[in-house]
Structures are given as structure tokens and as C-alpha cells.
């Protein structure tokens, strides 16, 4: 099969397992991407993620990762719902979080593309990407065309917003590639207004230690920065404001995926209910969600934060 073909039916296939968006770069290193991340880890606006500072050349070049590594595929899936935490005072959960555990789901999905791509291409060597290895996904998905970086450093598309999880398979095979789209932000600067922390200190750049996200998740600190108090706006595991009021967002529209369907015992708990929280409902509700990264000690450090604890 010749590679327009080929390249032809992975983005067909893709789209018929459920993924939203399918573009390919040349895999290669990426010298632009590995200054800009050299300085930012430099300024140690990363915090105490020190996994950031690890494999620093397999971050920069896939053909680390993959030995012959020729493309880099890059994916979309959907997770954008419009079902809320029904007590509108209750802590709140980012809303990649509320159904099934991405990493399972994805993970399935391009497991099955990667298969049928070894049907059509025979002897080929490649890996799957799902948040779980050193990828600049963003990166990536900016240089196969699947949206651009915006100024609250996510990956935004025109019609699809930016309520979408990212993967990757790194293949040793020729395909044919595609080029990065426009930046359509603009003078927009509502995710930079609306960030409570300063986390976003000046367009596109992102300091991931003061983002919400990174104190409630990523800190594994036993306290919180007292400093911070009363700045989370109720968020206890992630944030989605800077995505909120994002504009593009409003072109976003419900997945299709059953898997990504908010848990209704999730929804349904209270601020009470969150407030005592005992182990057993946590490992019931969390079993299979991308909640239990913060662990149960972590979660109700974050609500006791956000109640004054």
C-alpha cells in the first residue's frame, strides 16, 4: 500500500474508533520545543513535578522512544459533557475526571488503531502514547495540525474548543504529514483575567506551580500554601476555569464515548457528603477514575482547604 493510501486509511480509522481529531508529523527532534522547555524547568516554574526534569532527550525526541521512529500520530477524544455536580456548592471535580479514568479508555482505543495500522502495514515497529511516558503531547498535536496553543498553554481546535484528552503512536514507517493551523486567540485575554492564581503570568507561558490544577492533583505536600486560601473557587481536584471561559469553548460539543459519562453517585454527593467522606465511598466512586491519582489522603486535604482546614 503506498503512503497516501495508508495515511488515508489511519485518520478513517480513527474516526471510526471514536477519536475526533487524527494528524502525523516527521518524527524528529524538536530544537524549538527543547529551548523553550530547557528554560522554562530552569526557572522551576514546574514546581516539585520533578518527573519534568527527567528523560529530558526522549521528551525532545521521539526517536528516543521508538528506535527508527519516522512519524508521530497524534489524537483527539472528546470528553466535553454538560452534566454538572447537581449541589452547585459542592467542591468541584475538572470535568475530564467525572466519568471513566482516561488513561484506561484511551489506551484501548489506540491500541485498537495501532493493530489495525500493523494489519495494513505490515513489519512495522511503534508504541502507544496515553499521558504515561515523557511526549510533549501539546507539542505535537500543535505540529500535526490538530489545533494550536493557547494563551492558557492548552491545545485549542476551531470547532471542538479544547475539552479533549491527547495520545499519541510513534511509528518507524513513512506517512504523509501534516502542517500546524493559525492561532485564532487573538486579543483574547479572558483565561488570563480569570485565572484566580496568576497562573497563566503572561500569554502562552504558564506557571504550573500557582495553577490549581497542580496544588490539588500534582502537590503531594501533607498542607497547602496558606497563602492560597480562598483562591481555589471551590476546586478541589483540577480546574477548568481558564477552559470555561475560554470563547472557543462554546463550539464545544457533548462525547459520544458511554465510558466518559459522569458517575451519578459522584454527581449526587453534596458539600456535605464531601466534607465526610469516609475511605470506602472513596475507593467505591474512584475505583476506575482518574480522581484516585491524588489519593484518598490527598482529596481530603483538598476539601479540608477549601472548608478552612
Known amino acids: 500500500m503506498n503512503i497516501s493510501s495508508l495515511t488515508r486509511n489511519i485518520k478513517s480509522k480513527a474516526l471510526e474508533i471514536g477519536f475526533d481529531s487524527c494528524g502525523i508529523a516527521k518524527a524528529e527532534k524538536m530544537d524549538d520545543e527543547a529551548r523553550v522547555l530547557e528554560a522554562w524547568l530552569n526557572q522551576g516554574l514546574h514546581g516539585k513535578m520533578a518527573y519534568m526534569e527527567n528523560h ?55 491500541e485498537l488503531l495501532f493493530k489495525f495500522i500493523k494489519v495494513e502495514a505490515g513489519d512495522i515497529n511503534g508504541r502507544c502514547f496515553v499521558d504515561s511516558a515523557p511526549v510533549l503531547e501539546r507539542a505535537w498535536a500543535q505540529r500535526t495540525g490538530i489545533g494550536w496553543v493557547g494563551k492558557n498553554t492548552n491545545i485549542l481546535t476551531k470547532r471542538r474548543g479544547s475539552y479533549f484528552f491527547l495520545s499519541e503512536i510513534i511509528l518507524d514507517i513513512d506517512l504523509e504529514y501534516d502542517t500546524p493551523v493559525k492561532d485564532y486567540c487573538g486579543s483574547c485575554t479572558r483565561c488570563i483575567d480569570a485565572c484566580p492564581t496568576d497562573a497563566i503570568y503572561e500569554p502562552y507561558k504558564l506557571e504550573a506551580s500557582k495553577c490549581i490544577s497542580y496544588f490539588t492533583i500534582e502537590l503531594k505536600d501533607e498542607v497547602l500554601p ?37 458517575n451519578p453517585e459522584l454527581l449526587a454527593l453534596t458539600s456535605e457528603d464531601w466534607k465526610e467522606l469516609s475511605e470506602e465511598t472513596y475507593q467505591r466512586i474512584f475505583r476506575h477514575s ?20
Open 290 to 309: 482518574a480522581v484516585k491519582r491524588t489519593k484518598f489522603k490527598g482529596l481530603k486535604r483538598n476539601i479540608s482547604f477549601l472548608h478552612g482546614g
Open 226 to 262: 496558606v497563602e492560597l486560601k480562598g483562591k481555589f473557587e471551590n476546586w478541589m481536584f483540577g480546574c477548568d476555569i481558564c477552559q470555561q471561559v475560554c470563547p472557543i469553548n462554546s463550539q464545544s460539543a457533548v462525547n459520544k464515548e458511554p465510558l466518559f459519562k459522569p
Open 56 to 110: 529530558f532527550d526522549k521528551r525532545i525526541d521521539p526517536r528516543k522512544l521508538v528506535d527508527g521512529a519516522k512519524s508521530v500520530i497524534s489524537l483527539s477524544y472528546n470528553y466535553y459533557t454538560e452534566e454538572k455536580q447537581l449541589d452547585a456548592n459542592a467542591p468541584k471535580i475538572a470535568m475530564y475526571a467525572l466519568g471513566k479514568d482516561y488513561h484506561e479508555v484511551v489506551r484501548e482505543k489506540l
